[in-house]
């Protein structure tokens, strides 16, 4: 059973930074980690889930959501089934939980076509 766990949110102050990390555990025998594409989604209270960044299977192509493009980098080191979301200079509109997604196909910050899902990862972002 294909299991994902993020971590590293919590509260920080407007400016502040956060590296989330997601770890992939209970991948099929015939797939690995660098067979996925994988993104960063967050979702706020009343609010749809929206994607945030995505990365190509060797993070060689990225993509950001416009309102964080600049501010967040988006990585993955495939030997740790491991991705990752550095999140610098936070507003309080990046108050939200974060998830953690993958799939098999293109890299999208479409949550549509995402198999996987982690249980996400509180970031609240006050003075």
């Known amino acids: 059973q294909v299991q994902m766990v993020e971590s590293g949110g919590g509260m920080v102050q407007p400016g502040g930074s956060l590296r989330l990390s997601c770890t992939a555990s209970?991948?099929?025998?015939?797939?690995?980690?660098?067979?996925?594409?994988m993104a960063w989604f967050r979702q706020a209270p009343g609010e749809e889930r929206e994607g945030v960044s995505c990365?190509?299977?060797?993070?060689?192509?990225?993509y950001y959501r416009r309102s964080v493009e600049g501010r967040f980098t988006i990585s993955r080191d495939n030997a740790k089934n491991t991705l990752y979301l550095q999140m610098d200079n936070l507003r309080p509109d990046d108050s939200a939980t974060y998830y953690c997604?993958?799939?098999?196909?293109?890299?999208?910050?479409?949550?549509?076509?995402?198999?996987?899902w982690g249980q996400g990862t509180q970031v609240a972002v006050s003075s």
């Open positions: 997604a993958a799939h098999i196909g293109s890299c999208s910050l479409d949550r549509t076509g995402f198999e996987y």
């Open positions: 990365t190509s299977e060797y993070g060689s192509a990225k």
């Open positions: 209970g991948l099929g025998s015939k797939l690995d980690f660098s067979d996925y594409v």
